[in-house]
């Protein structure tokens, strides 16, 4: 879901791509702890979809 939010609005340009990220380590998600095969942690999801939706996505 991360990789999502960062290819769809960054749409492969590197620099937005970073822009992306930061912003979300700076709403609180630890991009680097998750991936994959990682668990499910609805908490995060969540507060995933609500960046997606701050960014203008669907996810």
């Known amino acids: 879901m991360i990789q999502k939010i960062v290819t769809e609005k960054s749409k492969g340009n590197q620099v937005i791509a970073n822009s ?3 912003k979300i380590i700076l709403k609180g998600i630890a991009i680097n702890k998750y991936t994959p095969t990682s668990p499910d942690d609805l908490a995060v999801m969540q507060k995933l979809r609500e960046i ?3 960014f203008g996505l669907y996810v």
């Open 20 to 22: 992306v990220k930061t």
């Open 52 to 54: 997606g939706l701050e």
